[in-house]
C-alpha cells in the first residue's frame, strides 16, 4: 500500500512515475525523520545513534534495518517478467541475504 501510494502521488506531483533512485531517496528521508523523532538529543550524536538503532522501519521499498555494522539491510525480491507481467517468484527476509 506505501509504494502504490508514493507512485500516485509522485506521478501527481511530477507527471512521471518514480525510478528506483527517487524511491530509495524518499525511504533515506523518511528513516531521518524517524530518527530525528526517536532521537534522545538532537546533535549529531543522538541523531546517529537513533539511525543506528533503525529496525524494521517501513519503505516504499520495503523494511529496512540497521545492523550492528551500520549498513541498510532491507529485504529482496526475485522478480518474473514475462512481457507486461510481473509475478514475484521468491521474497528474502534481510537476515536470509548473505548466507
Known sequence: P???????VFNSKFKTNPDA???L???AAKLLID???RAKTLDSKGVKDAIAE???LQGV??????DSA???RKSALVL???GKDFKVVKAYKPEEIGK
Open 54 to 56: 533503525t529496525k524494521n
Open 35 to 37: 530518527a530525528i523523532g
Open 2 to 8: 506505501q509504494t502504490t501510494e508514493f507512485i500516485k
Open 70 to 72: 551500520g549498513n541498510a
Open 21 to 23: 533512485l527517487s524511491a
Open 25 to 27: 531517496g524518499y525511504d
Open 61 to 66: 521499498t520495503g523494511m529496512v534495518s540497521i
Open 80 to 82: 518474473q517478467i514475462k
